[in-house]
């Protein structure tokens, strides 16, 4: 009997519709020609949703997103909401819909495909072939900790406050997500700390070193300070596989780690909580206001995240596969959007890159049942 699986489609803002658009051609694809079948609906998210309902997180997309298997988010964003109220704009419901699942894991891969190794601003040679994970803790540290504020003393000079704060279970449950997917991968874990500075992250190398004992012998455990890391991951970076670290340097390590990879079209996520929530899936991308509803954004990002969510959600690790494989064909065979464009290639549009990539699908399927 076939599975079905729902998924939330939140297209969002600026090029968000066409990005999600060009991924659910694909998502259709494997719906009529695998074992698995997708349903989708779709719900307001950012800028769309506040002008149809007054609120970027309306409460009738978080009861569908709780309701859905897995969500697809295109992006929001955009110079039209700009001059709103903070709690009006439109990142508001990024932040909203990851605080009320409770995704406290960002899964951001970067993989550097051998076609666009020329497109990184590191030497060919040091990433062709990069396929690192870094997992970033995101709903604790820093950015939540408390006290947090500006004052003023009584001698008139300010004083800025942010504290960073973890609890054994925060860590633990994050370090559980870096080891599961290292024993899918490459079998090892770098934990990324500042050990020999803040107690706190000291505690984070202790819990982590506790769960790898309990549990997770046969994954090898290194640790390196953020600096050092920061460092490697421009010297050396195919040395990671996979690399677990605190919100606030996750934030910062991850961002180098894209650039590793050429352009930011390219980037998948996934934002994870405790077994049972639907996980969101988006690109790292925003909602590129320059470029929207002219069909040349680059939808591959996107797809990349529907891989991601039939690998991490939905266990299909053929489908997944399969998926990666096809877009890394297409890249092949030369087809650029705009922003990976390269002497010599061909320039597609948005649904032109959307039809290549379902129509790759198609023949490798001819040739080889899925
Ligand atoms: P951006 O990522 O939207 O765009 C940066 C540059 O990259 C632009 O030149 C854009 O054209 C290009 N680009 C981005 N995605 C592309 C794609 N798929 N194909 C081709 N080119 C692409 O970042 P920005 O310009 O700083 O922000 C624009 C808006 O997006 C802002 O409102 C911002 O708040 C929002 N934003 C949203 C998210 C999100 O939804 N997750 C993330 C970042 C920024």
Redesign the pocket.
């Known amino acids: 009997m076939a599975t079905t699986k729902h998924i939330l489609l939140l297209a ?5 519709p066409e ?1 999600v658009g060009e991924t659910v051609k694909v998502i259709n694809w494997f719906s009529q020609n695998t074992a698995t079948q997708f349903t989708a609906s779709t719900a307001l998210i ?1 800028g769309a949703a506040y002008d149809a309902k007054g609120t970027p997180f309306p409460d009738e997309t978080l009861e569908a997103a709780k309701k859905s298997d897995a969500v697809l ?7 039209k ?2 001059s709103l109220p903070i709690a009006s704009r ?2 508001k419901g ?1 932040l909203g819909i990851r605080k009320e699942l409770g995704l406290f894991a960002n899964l951001r891969p970067a993989i550097c495909f051998d076609a666009l190794a020329d497109a990184s601003s590191l030497k060919r040679d040091i990433v062709a072939g990069l396929d690192i994970m870094i997992v970033r803790e995101l709903t604790g540290g820093i950015y939540f900790g408390q006290p947090r504020g500006v004052e003023t003393l009584p001698d008139g000079t300010r004083r800025g406050i942010n504290t960073e704060v973890y609890t054994s279970p925060e860590v633990e449950r994050i370090a559980r997500v870096a080891f599961d997917l290292a024993a899918k991968r490459g079998g090892r874990v770098c934990s990324v700390d500042k050990a020999n500075v803040l107690e706190c992250t000291e505690m984070w190398r202790e819990e982590v070193i506790k769960v790898h004992k309990a549990s997770y012998g046969k994954i090898e455990l290194s640790h390196m300070y953020v600096d050092n890391a920061a460092m490697q991951l421009v010297r050396n970076p195919r040395q990671f596989d996979v690399l677990v670290t605190t919100n606030m340097f996750g934030d910062i390590l991850s961002d180098i780690a894209s650039m590793l990879t050429g ?3 390219m980037l998948p996520s996934a934002s994870l909580g405790v077994s049972g929530t639907p996980g969101v899936y ?10 929207a509803g002219k069909n ?7 797809i990349l995240s529907f891989a991601m969510m039939l690998r991490y959600s939905f266990n299909l690790k053929n489908e997944a596969d399969l998926l990666e494989a096809t877009v890394r064909k297409v890249l092949e065979k030369g087809l650029r ?3 990976i464009m390269q002497d010599g290639m061909k320039k597609v549009s948005t649904t032109e890159m959307g039809d290549a990539i379902v129509s790759e699908l198609q023949k490798t399927a001819l040739q080889k049942a899925v």
Do not use: C, K, Q, R
């Open positions: 969002g803002d600026g090029i968000g990005v950012g988010l295109g992006a929001v964003g955009g110079p909401w700009e439109p990142e990024l352009s930011l079209g988006e690109p790292v991308h925003g909602s590129a206001p320059d470029i040349l954004a680059n939808p591959i990002a996107t959007t705009g922003d």
